[in-house]
């Protein structure tokens, strides 16, 4: 009877550890998916303002056309990119950051050539949308940042002991995020 209580009382302890531990696995999943789409949402954002940034590109005389192409090709690309919340394996965010990777670097081609154009620079639809495009950037770096955060959370919570054990149980995997570009690793060189 004693040994009976005793083995009654470890599968009990069990069960609310058991239990404990999913839950608070479930609450982080839930957090993390929250996080990517702000993510999402804030790259959806800036997906938006292009085409009205193009097409008062546009407006300039004999603006680089290429660079023009380039940009809506490059949106093209990163808004066909559809990533599942419940799939953020590092394989799919990876090819979803090169995707908006590449709209960065057109976005910055355009911005940087339209520089050249004294009517751009003075247009005022020109500017607004130039600001609220770096308000978006801004917006994109914040949410990057808390999604980040709760993956690490997340993914410290499925490796950490005794979660770990009730995570492959429950089919609570890593979840992959996102990493540096691999030009950042190389330092800028300035020469004066």
């Known amino acids: ?27 982080k999943e839930e957090n993390v998916k929250a996080k990517w789409g702000v993510v999402q949402a804030d790259y959806q954002r800036r997906s938006d303002l292009i085409p009205n940034l193009v097409a008062t590109v546009k407006g300039v005389a004999n603006f680089e056309k290429s660079t023009l192409v380039d940009v809506t090709n490059a949106r093209a690309r990163a808004t066909a990119i559809q990533v599942d919340p419940t799939k953020l394996d590092p394989a799919t965010i990876q090819k979803f950051q090169a995707a908006q990777g590449q709209l960065s670097s057109a976005l910055s081609r355009l911005l940087v050539a339209s520089e050249r ?76």
């Open 1 to 27: 009877m004693k040994n009976l209580l005793i083995v009654l009382g470890v599968i009990v302890f069990i069960c609310l550890i058991g239990g404990c531990s999913y839950n608070g696995m479930v609450s």
């Open 117 to 192: 154009y004294p009517d751009l620079k003075a247009n005022q639809n020109f500017s607004d949308l130039q600001a609220s495009l770096e308000g978006t950037e801004n917006r994109i770096k914040v949410s990057r940042r808390d999604f980040i955060d709760a993956v690490q959370d997340y993914n410290t919570t499925v490796r950490s002991f005794p979660a770990v054990i009730f995570a492959k149980l429950f089919g609570f995997g890593e979840k992959g995020s996102f990493t540096a570009e691999a030009a950042a690793q190389n330092a800028p060189k300035v020469s004066f």
